[in-house]
């Protein structure tokens, strides 16, 4: 970037979870209908799901992550990331790397030690942006379809 761009973060809340629908079926093009979106996210608080956008300079979204505040006998108390995704017309300006420096602090303020993600394999762009941010590999995922 040859200018600095102000990048507004802010938590979605209520109707406002609308406002991701585009950003987010990006990285799940399942998803159909910014119906089906909102209510699957309203579910998904139940169990402590979050959801940040990064807004460009327009007010428009530009980026999203959805999160929760898990705790496990591995990690202890941590943030996951669950989704983490950028409108192509948006990329590398710096709007997925200020949505992971708003989880960290939030982590942080929660009294959080860490941070975590999984991310699928073909994504090359943002494993960059990840090892860029301080994140490692500890482990690989596994999953199995039933």
């Not at 948006?90 to 975590?116: F, N, P, T, Y």
């Amino acid at each position: 970037m040859t200018t600095q761009n102000v990048i507004n973060v802010a938590e979605l809340h209520g109707e406002d979870t609308a406002l991701a629908y585009d950003a987010l079926r990006e990285l799940r093009p399942h998803l159909t209908s910014v119906e089906e979106f909102v209510e699957l996210v309203r579910t998904q608080r139940r169990e402590g799901y979050r959801l940040v956008a990064s807004f460009d300079a327009s007010g428009q979204v530009a980026a999203v992550a959805g999160f929760r505040h898990m705790t496990n006998l591995y990690a202890g108390p941590h943030l996951y990331i669950d989704d983490l995704s950028t409108l192509p017309s948006a990329r590398k300006q710096g709007h997925a790397g200020a949505l992971l420096r708003w989880v960290d602090e939030e982590a942080r303020r929660l009294g959080c030690a860490s941070v975590h993600l999984d991310s699928g394999t073909q994504r090359h762009d943002a494993h960059r942006l990840y090892m860029t941010s301080g994140y490692v590999i500890p482990a690989h995922h596994f999953a199995k379809s039933l």
